[in-house]
């Protein structure tokens, strides 16, 4: 079963593409010093083109929110705890609309 997606209203101040990007990495567990490829990343949105999701990485380690290292095979991502905090902020906040009910 697919997690519901956060909503922009929540956040004005991020974009969809980026709260997608953001939560596919906690859901491959990118955080910290557990880095996953940006194909991983890449392949678990695959109704997002890999160039635009690429841009968005780019736009969130701009934002201090993901971490890259660049390798031989590949670059590498993760959260940065900002990133993990964040989405954990937009988790609870989540949580707490469901919990209001209708």
């Not at 101040?13 to 955080?31: H, N, P, R, T």
């Not at 290292?69 to 705890?81: N, Q």
Request: aromatic content about 2%; proline content about 6%.
């Amino acid at each position: 079963m697919e997690e519901p997606r956060m909503s922009t209203a929540m956040n004005p101040g991020i974009s969809s593409d980026e709260i997608q990007v953001l939560q596919a990495m906690w859901e491959l567990k990118a955080l910290g010093t557990h880095t996953v490829m940006m194909r991983s990343l890449v392949g678990r949105m695959p109704d997002v083109p890999d160039v635009e999701t690429i841009e968005t990485v780019k736009r969130l380690e701009a934002r201090g929110l993901v971490t890259t290292k660049k390798r031989a095979g590949g670059d590498l991502l993760a959260l940065s705890p900002l990133g993990a905090a964040y989405v954990r902020q937009l988790q609870d906040r989540q949580l707490n609309e469901l919990n209001r009910g209708p």
